[in-house]
């Protein structure tokens, strides 16, 4: 928690941060939690950024189900659906060179989960 480590802004989707959020996940230190939103699947991910380690809150909608849409393309025809979550970090820290208005370090990442 030293100030020194503050990161800078910077727009980045690099897999290593779905990677650590993957660890992250896997550490129960990030946690996703449904919750209903109008019919809507909604989750509720919360926990440290994979890139900045602030402390993070992203509510959404699940921006893709796998397995529901279109035809199953083979590989035995039965996938479990997954859910997919693009998540931008919004941590509300302060970064350097952040653009006006912007929040978080900038990092985007994706969690995959088995919807079942
Ligand atoms: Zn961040
Ligand atoms: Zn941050």
């Known amino acids: 928690m030293s100030e020194e480590t503050a990161l800078a802004y910077l727009q980045t989707a690099d897999y290593r941060w779905t990677r650590r959020a993957f660890e992250l996940l896997g550490a129960r ?3 996703v939690t449904p919750y209903e939103g109008g019919g809507a699947p909604c ?3 919360e ?3 994979p890139r900045c380690d602030h402390h993070l809150v992203d ?3 699940t921006t893709g189900l796998t397995g529901l849409s279109g035809p199953s393309r083979g590989e035995g025809g039965n996938r479990a659906p997954a859910i997919v979550l693009d998540v931008t970090c919004g941590c509300g820290g302060a970064h350097e060179n952040a653009p006006a208005g912007a929040v978080g370090c900038g990092a985007s990442f994706r ?3 088995d919807a079942a």
């Open 29 to 31: 230190e990030l946690t």
């Open 43 to 45: 989750f509720v991910v």
């Open 47 to 49: 926990g440290p950024c």
């Open 59 to 61: 509510r959404q909608v």
């Open 111 to 113: 969690i995959v989960m």
